[in-house]
Structure formats: C-alpha cells, structure tokens
C-alpha cells in the first residue's frame, strides 16, 4: 500500500514520502514486536508481567531523552537525528534477536535472558528516540496551520500502516533456523534499508517562508520552560498520556487474551493474534486517512470523539464471550486511538508558535514512551481478572472525554481560535514569529 501524498503545503510530496517511511519502518518493527512477544515469552519461560516489563526501561529512557533529542535537532538539523534513531532502533532490534535466539535455545535461564531483552531493548529508548521528535518537527515546520491536522494524521497514518504490516509480517519471518527471532532480524534489516534512504535522498532544507505564518493566538510563556509544565501544552500531554497508556495496555494484553480465550499453544495463536492486530490497524487507519480527511474533522473533534469510540471497543472486549468479539472490539477501539492520537498532536502543534515545534514535538514523544512503564500494571490486573484491564480504560477513557469537554486549552484546539475568547487570550512572543529553530 503506498504512502498517502502529502497534503497541500510547503512540505516537498518525496520528502514527506521519506518522513512517513522512518516512521512506518519503526512502527512496524515494534508492533510485529509485540505480536510475537507473548509467544517468545511462554516459549522461552518468562513470566507474562515480565514480558510486557520488557518495555519499561526502554519506554523511561525515551521519556527522558525525547526532550534532549528534541533540542539536539534544533542545534544539528531534522536529518541527522533522523539517522540516530534509525540506527538506535536497527541496534537494538538485531541484539533483541540475539538475545530471543538464546533463549529459545536454552543457553541461559529465563530471567538472565530477561535482563539481556531489558536491556538490548533498552537502547531503542534511548536512540531510537531521536528520529520521533525529528520527523514531526520536519513535518509541523512545512506545514502551513490550517493543514497541520491533516498533515499530523497522514504522519500518524505510518504508525497505522505499521500495525497493519508488522503483525502480518511478522509469523512470514519466523524462519527454521532462527524461529521467533527471525522477525527480529528482518525488521532490523528494514530499518537499516531507511537508513540508507534518508541518508541519500532526504533533503534537510531551509523551512519556507509560507510555513512561518504566525500561529492562532496563545497564552505566553517562558521560553526556557519545560514543556511539560507549559499551560498551553499541559492538557495535550495529560490528555495524550491516558490516552496513550489505554492503547498500550490493550496491545499488549491482547496477545495473552488471544492465547487464553482459544486455549492454544503460543505457536498456533500466533495466527490468531496477527489477525486481531490487522483488524485494529485497518480501523485505525480508516480514522486517520478516511474519516479525519472526510469530515475535515479539527482537533477539537478529534480529541472528543476519539476517547468516546475508544471506550466503547474496550467495553467490548471487557464483556466479549469469544475471539471475534474481542477482534471487533479491539478494532472498534483502534478507530478512536485513530482519532484522538492526531487530536493530541495536532493541538499541540498548533498551541505553540514555530520556533518550538521540536520542544513540543519532543514532548509528545516522551508521552507516547513513558506510559509504556504502567504495561505490567495492567498485566497485573489481567492475571487477577482478564477484564480488568479494560474496563480500567473504559473509566480512563470517559475520564478524558470530560477533560475534553471542560478543559479550555483542549475546548480551543482548533487550527484557528475557537471563540472570542480563545482569540484575545494573548499574543505570541515576537521570537516566535521569526524563522524556523
């Protein structure tokens, strides 16, 4: 399936191609990951809350050097740390198979493999986070605002394509010799490909003129202050952060749901669960390039009718009875995450002015790593009762949809004021009307 064109804006359709691809080869990677995680974890020995905690290090390390990479790309340039992160996620998806290989093979016990996976997964976190914040800021910067959500969601559209490919792909790449590792591999030798690419054919120019435009009238603020406690960001994040740890949860419980509701062998589930994952991503690739693009739906929309779709699908599979329940609800739920994720984005984007776009960008990425930490939280709650964790979601999801309604920074988040009010909130700062970081 090609990429989508680029929407109509200062941003060149090959390079917008190029940006999509780094992030499709990484959502790819780490969702054909998590496919055939719980199935090396039962093969290998390794207890269900450890595997998912095979993330955690990995997701701490990427909430806390986003913000650095962030920064780093506005001293050395979008494309360089584009290469970081590909080369960081290449690493470590090569040693994660070393190590997969290992264990598989019984050369060491399952909690020194354990520590090993922790560990290679580790360096993903703490590289591989430097191509996100890249990629968004390469993108908001050439994007004129009234294009920016739709241009945000044809980017979050890489990471749709990517659950759509990476769990199909992935049982294709479990070779004889090598087994579950053989997806590894593959996805290492993918990213190794985009590195190549961008290398050789990205072109890190100068932001035009025509992107510069001054942004919708905001709250000021300092601009040495973190992101995260930004007033005009703050709501996006937390908002973004709930959201996030909702979706993760569901993935990663959804492999063991699979495997306990049919009874089978992780090997014969395998199967099953790659379909789950296919139905999801379809859904959620509907929202970002169907429904999102249809409805001219504005951040605002998105940010309300995300969490509401969301919360239905994990209702579903909180009270499913057999395996297609679970798939249409783990689908249903797919088409909000589709919706609000660019709701998010977007708003933030577009809640501060040029010159931090990286700043914010990184943020946003430190969100989507961290909530990654609260997996064996809700893996916990699975092993006591295997609807816990949704139905924990369903009360997160409907908590955010009051956010939504009530919060005045999310209320505005619109790609122009959303009132009178909204529009005389303030001024921007004169350094963020000049070029770009």
Request: glycine share 10%; charged share 10%.
């Amino acid at each position: 399936m090609p990429a989508p064109a680029a929407p109509e804006s200062a941003l060149p359709r090959k390079a917008f191609a190029i940006i999509f691809g780094v992030s499709l080869a990484t959502a790819m990677g780490n969702t054909g990951l998590i496919s055939v995680l719980p199935a090396i974890g039962r093969s290998i020995g390794i207890p269900d809350e450890l595997v998912v905690a095979i993330f955690s290090l990995s997701a701490l390390l990427w909430a806390f050097s986003s913000p650095w990479w962030a920064r780093a790309s506005d001293r050395y340039g979008r494309k360089p740390l584009m290469l970081v992160g590909l080369a960081g996620f290449m690493v470590s998806m090569a040693l994660c198979g070393v190590v997969v290989s290992a264990g598989l093979r019984h050369l060491a016990a399952p909690l020194v493999i354990f520590v090993l996976f922790l560990l290679a997964r580790a360096l993903f976190g703490l590289f591989g986070a430097a191509s996100n914040p890249a990629t968004q800021a390469y993108v908001a910067e050439r994007t004129p605002p009234e294009k920016r959500t739709q241009a945000m969601a044809n980017l979050a559209g890489a990471f749709g394509l990517g659950t759509v490919i990476g769990p199909f792909l992935a049982p294709l790449f479990i070779f004889p010799v090598v087994g579950l590792a053989g997806p590894l591999f593959t996805f290492a030798l993918i990213a190794g490909a985009m590195l190549l690419v961008v290398w050789r054919y990205l072109q890190d120019a100068p932001v035009p003129q025509e992107a510069k435009r001054p942004r919708r009238p905001v709250t000021g603020a300092k601009r040495d202050t973190p992101m995260w406690r930004d007033p005009r960001v703050t709501p996006f994040l937390i908002y973004g952060f709930v959201v996030a740890s909702c979706q993760t949860a569901q993935a990663q419980t959804l492999g063991f749901l699979i495997i306990d509701k049919l009874g089978f062998s992780p090997a014969q589930a395998q199967g099953f669960i790659a379909i789950a994952m296919m139905f999801g991503a379809v859904a959620g690739l509907l929202a970002q390039w169907g429904v999102i693009r249809m409805f001219e739906m504005t951040p605002r929309q998105l940010l309300r009718w995300g969490v509401g779709v969301a919360a239905l699908g994990n209702l579903m599979v909180a009270l499913s009875p057999d395996y297609w329940t679970v798939v249409a609800g783990y689908a249903v739920s797919s088409l909000g995450f589709g919706l609000a994720r660019p709701g998010f984005t977007a708003g933030a984007s577009l809640a501060v002015g040029m010159g931090e776009q990286a700043r914010a960008a990184g943020a946003i990425a430190a969100v989507n790593g961290i909530n990654v930490v609260l997996a064996p939280l809700f893996m916990s709650l699975y092993r006591h009762m295997q609807s816990a964790p949704f139905l924990l979601n369903l009360a997160l999801l409907i908590g955010m949809g009051v956010f939504a309604f009530t919060n005045r920074q999310l209320k505005n988040a619109d790609p122009q004021p959303a009132s009178r009010e909204a529009a005389t909130m303030a001024t921007l700062e004169k350094s963020d009307e000049g070029g770009s970081p």
